[in-house]
């Protein structure tokens, strides 16, 4: 899978409030959102200095967010304005579909949005369905996104999936499709740790076939910490406020025009890097 060149020949450590919010620079005369997803939990653990994630002042592309039907989108054209992609939740489980996906899609697209699609992996049934039921509703073009939302189900801990299962998603998905799909994954879940008396049931070690997808990081803390399976790459997404802004950057996720809430993403390189990433991705 084609790799953004600026990723790999910087190695991300840390991120500070003062770092993020000189990125933010540019933005501050758009009306931000606040966020969908739930707020991560941070189980308490050492800090791993090593594995903090340091980027440049002139890194960190806030023009990513991602959304599902229950964000309201009122006008694409004006999302477009300050947003450059958007990664749509398109199923959960086997048998759950976002009702508004194609028609957004259709959208977005439209206007030149860069699309990506999400999965929402569950316990309840095996990877290799999972992401056969995920390809036939993302229907992915040759510059779809595709991503594993690879996390604790908040609503239902004990059906949460579990390590093996994603390795079988995403093997199913690059045996379908010639390509390895983002993973979305906090920190301590991707390392083994327990939240709510659940875990992935394992770390994501190298040699998993998880750590060969590029990492969507999901960290609401104002210097984000690499899983283990990560730390010689780096992240190509970071999560760093959801959910009504939660976290330390929640007076920087402000509203966006043209949707009511999304999740804010930074992106580790600048906006060609984006544009020749995400097809590379795609492709």
């Known amino acids: 899978m084609g790799k953004c060149t600026i990723c790999r020949s910087i190695s991300p450590d840390m991120w500070t409030r003062r770092t993020l919010m000189r990125g933010l620079a540019g933005l ?3 009306p931000l959102a606040a966020c969908a997803a739930a707020p991560i939990p941070q189980p308490q653990r050492p800090r791993a200095t090593s594995r903090t994630v340091t ?3 002139d890194f960190g592309l806030d023009t990513v967010i991602d959304i599902n039907h229950a ?3 009122s006008d694409f054209a004006q999302l477009r304005r300050g947003v450059q992609a958007v990664i749509h939740k398109a199923s959960e489980g086997n048998d759950w579909f976002d009702p508004l996906y194609a028609r957004r899609r259709q959208q977005a697209e439209a206007v030149g949005l860069l699309w990506g699609a999400y999965h929402f992996g569950t316990r309840q049934h095996p990877g290799a369905e999972q992401a056969a039921a995920f390809l036939a509703a993302a229907k992915p073009g040759p510059a779809t996104l595709l991503a594993l939302d690879l996390e604790l189900n908040e609503r239902w801990p004990a059906n949460s999936m579990q390590l093996g299962q994603a390795e079988d998603f995403v093997a199913t998905v690059l045996w379908a499709t010639g390509r390895l799909p983002l993973l979305y994954v906090q920190p301590a879940w991707a390392d083994g740790a327990a939240l709510r008396g659940q ?3 394992g770390a994501i070690g190298p040699g998993s076939i998880l750590a060969r997808c590029d990492l969507w990081l999901a960290d609401y803390r104002d210097q984000p910490e690499l899983p283990l399976g990560w730390a010689g790459r780096g992240w190509q997404l970071w999560q ?4 009504g802004g939660h976290g330390p950057f929640a007076d920087s996720a402000q509203r966006v025009a043209g949707v009511d809430r999304c999740d804010r993403n930074l992106f580790f390189g600048d906006d ?6 995400w097809v590379d991705a795609a492709v």
């Open 28 to 30: 501050a005369a758009l």
């Open 55 to 57: 980027v440049p002042a």
């Open 71 to 73: 964000n309201q989108v």
């Open 199 to 201: 875990s992935l049931g």
């Open 240 to 243: 760093y406020a959801g959910d």
């Open 272 to 277: 060609a890097a984006l544009g020749r990433w």
